[in-house]
């Protein structure tokens, strides 16, 4: 019997814990088929005015960062781009909510099979609502941003300017290049033991530390704002000062301690103001929502320091006992039993090193 080291183990609870947040394969499926035929569906809407369309992901889909969302009793949230190629002189903001909403609205009535419905409107999106799996599609409307070609936009915002420029693909691509290297070494790996090619891989064929730590550190967040949701701190803040704090090369671990530990350096303050900059759109501000709300920044550092003191805790609990009661506190009941599992199954101890730091994804597909 091999034993495991203390790093292959906290890897073991953890790894199977978060990776209890991603969607499961049959609800992918499900989605996956819907956000194909809604693809279908949108690229030749527009085609009788001359005009085309596109839907794509965005956000934690395109990421792969998808967690269950503990407020909404672990329904998973797709975020999707529905864009119309117009120019920005040929619509404003208002209409194109509403042209978007139509469009969507007709593919629901044209596709009763899917179960979707057309939830009431949001601020900047139109989500779709299945009627009996537990996950959401987000779609943002939008149209080229011609100064910002080939992939900004212009989004429509039913709060504050009356456009909000947004690269949603830019910025995907920027974090998946802080993690390409890791994922390269693990995609080799993968290759070599399955004696293929590693073109042949997909882009989701697994889950880097990075990722994972993002996953645990959305899970802790909404633990933490269960009480509180109208301050929790946006997934892209998360997203961007994770990516910013993440050194490749650590087990998840050490990864995710260093990160939480990091993030903090990384907000910076100009003339009084909480500063988070999109890595590809300088002048956007992610911690906008903080000017005016300084109790909002104030919970984020608190945030913060609780997720330092919870993940630390695991690294130092005494037993695998201890561990996987640190781990309750810290990721919740759910992300606990899938890793007290794995330990009395020795799941991840069967696994390569490799793989054991990057627990396969098997479903964020759509990117």
Not at 152 to 176: K, M, N, V
Not at 193 to 205: F, G, K, T
Not at 232 to 253: C, N, Q, W
Request: hydrophobic share 40%; glycine share 6%; aromatic share 8%.
């Amino acid at each position: 019997m091999t034993v495991m080291n203390r790093d292959d183990q906290l890897t073991q609870v953890l790894g199977a814990g978060i990776e209890s947040f991603d969607i499961p394969e049959d609800q992918f499926k499900v989605a996956e088929f819907a956000y194909k035929a809604a693809c279908d569906f949108l690229s030749t809407y527009w085609s009788g005015s001359g005009t085309g369309g596109a839907l794509y992901p965005q956000g934690s889909m395109r990421l792969g960062t998808v967690t269950a969302l503990i407020h909404r009793h672990d329904e998973y949230d797709l975020d999707m781009v529905c864009r119309h190629d117009l120019e920005l002189s040929q619509i404003d903001p208002e209409d194109l909510k509403a042209d978007v909403g139509d469009a969507l609205e007709n593919f629901v009535k044209e596709h009763p099979e899917l179960r979707l419905t057309l939830d009431d409107e949001g601020r900047r999106c139109w989500t779709f609502v299945h009627d009996l799996l537990p996950f959401h599609m987000d779609v943002l409307p939008a149209i080229p941003n011609a100064a910002a070609e080939p992939n900004g936009i212009w989004a429509t915002d039913t709060e504050g300017s009356r456009w909000h420029p947004s690269a949603p693909t830019d910025y995907a691509d920027w974090f998946l290049g802080v993690l390409h290297d890791e994922w390269l070494a693990g995609a080799i790996r993968i290759a070599e033991s399955r004696q293929m090619d590693v073109e042949q891989l997909p882009r989701n064929a697994f889950k880097t530390t990075l990722q994972r730590t993002v996953q645990a550190l959305k899970r802790h967040r909404d633990i933490y704002f269960s009480d509180d949701p109208s301050n929790r701190p946006s997934s892209i803040i998360i997203t961007t000062l994770a990516a910013r704090s993440y050194e490749p090369g650590g087990d998840l671990f050490n990864v995710l301690h260093h990160v939480v530990h990091q993030m903090p350096d990384h907000v910076e303050s100009r003339f009084g103001r909480y500063v988070i900059a999109n890595p590809v759109e300088p002048d956007e501000n992610f911690a906008d929502r903080w000017i005016g709300h300084p109790v909002r920044a104030r919970r984020f550092f608190e945030w913060l320091e609780a997720a330092q003191r919870d993940f630390t805790a695991i690294g130092d609990a005494h037993d695998t006992g201890d561990m996987l009661d640190q781990t309750a506190l810290a990721l919740g009941i759910r992300a606990a039993r899938a890793a007290e599992q794995a330990v009395a199954t020795g799941t991840t101890a069967r696994r390569s090193a490799m793989i054991a730091t990057r627990v396969p994804a098997g479903s964020d597909r759509f990117a």
